[in-house]
């Protein structure tokens, strides 16, 4: 059974791999069981909208250089279906 109806995404900085859930597949069209020849880590940033698209690289890429111990933001990102949804990222 699942655990979650939530879109689950993850990203490990240590091996550069990432993780998904099949909601998160269903809903952005994109994830580890879909054959792409880019990292999933490229198309997740290009999925986020063009208007917070740079604040929130600027964000992640802060705490990915140790600037930043914590990421939170709340953005829209692309689903499947070419319309944008709100994201919160905790």
Do not use: C, M
Request: charged letters at 25%.
């Amino acid at each position: 059974s699942l655990a979650t109806n939530d879109a689950v995404f993850e990203y490990d900085l240590l091996i550069d791999q990432s993780w998904n859930n099949q909601a998160f597949i269903d809903l952005f069209g994109f994830g580890n069981s879909v054959p792409n020849s880019q990292s999933n880590s490229i198309i997740w940033r290009s999925r986020v909208h063009p208007d917070d698209r740079k604040k929130v690289i600027k964000k992640l890429e802060d705490s990915y250089s140790g600037t930043s111990n914590f990421w939170s933001d709340e953005f829209r990102f692309q689903k499947v279906n070419g319309n944008y949804g709100f994201n919160s990222q905790k």
